[in-house]
């Protein structure tokens, strides 16, 4: 709020000083000369156009600070929809689609099948090897009692 009347006070002295200068170089001009009043539109225009550098300190206080904005463009990429999103994500390698290929002739080597084979027989040579040492310790208690 002191911020805004700091302001309007600037303005409000401002516009009547500049007021008090025009009326007395308006008043300081003779009346009959009208051939060159000591301004023209062009240099009205090229005043304007000149940045101020006079800063006026009115009742010692300092002028409001500019606010300089700054705007900046970002090009970001635009979001695909999910199903293009999933079809590039789940997209088969070269070596999926060789397999692929190669299953479907009947060449290929299903892997899972492989594995699974594989896990079945550790299986039952463990189950096997519980198997003998039972059999075994069995045997052992069956020669002791006798």
């Known amino acids: 709020m002191a911020n805004g009347l700091r302001g309007l006070v ?3 002295v401002w516009t009547c000083t500049v007021a008090v200068c025009l009326s007395a170089r308006l008043d300081a001009a003779p009346q009959g000369q009208v051939s060159d009043p000591g301004y023209s539109v062009e240099r009205v225009m090229a005043g ?3 940045p101020s550098t006079v800063r006026l300190l009115i009742f010692g206080v300092p002028p409001l ?6 705007v900046t463009i970002e090009q970001r ?3 695909r929809p999910y199903k293009e999103h999933l079809q590039q994500e789940l997209a088969l390698t070269d ?3 060789q397999s692929q290929e190669w299953s479907s ?3 290929g080597v ?3 099948s492989l594995a699974g084979s594989l896990s079945k027989a550790l299986e039952n040579r463990q189950i096997r090897k519980v198997r003998d040492q039972i059999a075994r310790e069995l045997a052992l208690l069956e020669a002791r009692k006798k």
């Open 48 to 50: 304007i156009r000149r």
């Open 105 to 107: 002739k009947c060449c």
């Open 65 to 70: 600070p500019v606010a300089t904005f700054r």
């Open 110 to 112: 299903d892997l899972s």
């Open 95 to 97: 070596l999926q689609h």
């Open 10 to 12: 600037s303005y409000v």
């Open 77 to 79: 990429a635009v979001m």
